[in-house]
């Protein structure tokens, strides 16, 4: 499903795992958050101690708005319980510092790739 230009998201469940690849364009807006974190928040609701696996495609992905990175850091507290595995794909130095910080605030593991199919591999398994 297209969200917005800068968005693409996936969502699977498989078995009360849920598989969410993000591919991320150009720089996030609030506007973004508005729509993706209700979507994901409706979608593990219904699922008893759901678990989440993210694949975040940041190839393309420039960073956000301040209101937006604000929108971000509030997801991250809200589902740092439930994530098992983020799988961060990046060709920046900064994009891979935000994926060991990750770690510093999610439950589950961070992981910098800069090769998707290794990426998706890892989040997989």
Do not use: C
Not at 36 to 53: A, D, G, H, R, T
């Amino acid at each position: 499903m297209q969200i917005t230009p800068r968005i693409n998201i996936e969502l699977e469940n498989r078995d009360g795992i849920f598989f969410i690849t993000l591919t991320l364009n150009g720089t996030l807006t609030h506007e973004d958050y508005t729509i993706l974190v209700p979507m994901i928040e409706n979608s593990v609701k219904l699922v008893e101690n759901p678990k989440l696996n993210m694949l975040l495609d940041a190839r393309e992905f420039t960073g956000w708005e301040a209101k937006a990175a604000w929108d971000d850091f509030k997801f991250g507290m809200e589902f740092k319980e439930i994530f098992s595995k983020i799988a961060i794909v990046g060709t920046k130095t900064w994009q891979e510092y935000l994926a060991k910080m990750g770690n510093w605030f999610i439950h589950g593991e961070v992981k910098f790739f800069d090769n998707l199919e290794e990426a998706k591999k890892w989040n997989n398994s």
